[in-house]
């Protein structure tokens, strides 16, 4: 699958894995899985970052690394600029609270290690780890692809193992005794999260026999997998396989909904669903400052739904503002790619 043709249900795919993450921080109560929804987001995006960049690769016989820099640059940044000065303003004014240190690993990715060093924090900007992450990813990957992409399924095998050796790392973090954070948010500890889609990615480009992926019985075995890991409450396998088994699951379940039609294809390319996926960057941008910010205001007046139906308005309000007059008109201020892709990453 070229990734020069749009994919709406991977824009309805977004849509999920960022409901998840919002109604997740709006209950609570661990019952929404939110730690799913970002680890699906990083899924999607080894998948289609890795996709873009073969089909440079293939076209163009080399892949125009500034530009693909520039381009995440442009398609990344605006946005979080916007809203980290946004907040930064509003907290001081109302609290009188900021945060240089917050801000500057905020706007230089290193939210993750941020928050594994300092814990609580004074801006409600923490959940921008997730950014650092997939950030660290994009400096590097690029580079690996162009230069190693010559080697085909050798580059998949190995991609492969540095997954298996992510696994190893975590394991042994946690059995000598590091916090949960530690390999919740950090960047050795997750990345693997989204070399599973880069794995899909190749795998399709190397025209590998993966049907069987979309039979019912992979199909089955993964929304199994997917519910034992949410069911599972051990502390020690939650911070260790839970991520792999996840990322495994995904596999069918992702090439499933690309392939083949079904109801669950249908449903994530309603006009609602895939709306809801363009706008998920600024939306997981926007959603928890309003959260922190909104509901100490109306929770001691009001009742939780009226609570969180106004944080649920005014972060798709500003999520909208955001992806209209941010994201998409500083986007089209980036350099083209030789051949332009139709599937943003």
Known sequence: MSSEKYISSIDGMRAVAILLVLFSHLLKDGVVPGG???????????????????????????????GFYIRRFMRLAPALLTMVAVV???????????????????????????VISKGA???PLGPLWSLAIEEHFYLVFPILVANLWKFGERFLI????????????RIFLVSSGMPEIRT???????????????LLAIGIRLKLNLDWL???????????????TLVIRNPTFRETARYSIQG?????????????????????????????????????LWHFPILAFVTPKLAPHTNPVITGSAVLGISFFLA??????????????????????????
Request: charged fraction near 10%.
């Open 36 to 66: 799913l929804g970002v680890t699906f987001f990083f899924f999607i995006s080894g998948f289609l970052i890795t996709g873009l960049l073969i089909d440079e690769l293939d076209r163009s016989s080399s892949i125009d690394i500034k």
């Open 121 to 123: 924090m004074a801006l």
């Open 248 to 284: 495994l699951a995904f596999f069918p379940l992702f090439y499933f909904i690309l392939y083949r039609q079904s109801v669950f294809r249908t449903l994530l390319e309603t006009p609602a669903a895939t709306w809801i996926g363009k706008i998920s960057y600024s939306l997981y």
């Open 158 to 169: 190995g991609l492969a193992v540095v997954c298996c050796a992510v696994l190893v790392w």
């Open 184 to 198: 919740y948010v950090g960047t050795d500890t997750r990345i693997d999260s989204i070399l599973f889609g880069a």
């Open 214 to 228: 979309a039979s019912r019985m992979a199909v089955t075995v993964s929304l199994i997998l997917l519910l034992a």
């Open 320 to 345: 909208s503002l955001s992806y209209y007059f941010v994201e998409t008109p500083l986007r089209r201020l980036a350099p083209a790619r030789p051949h332009p892709a139709a599937v943003t990453g």
């Open 88 to 114: 930064s303003l509003t907290y001081f004014l109302a609290f009188g609270v900021s945060s240089a240190n917050e801000v500057i690993a905020a706007v230089f990715y290193f939210m993750n290690f941020y």
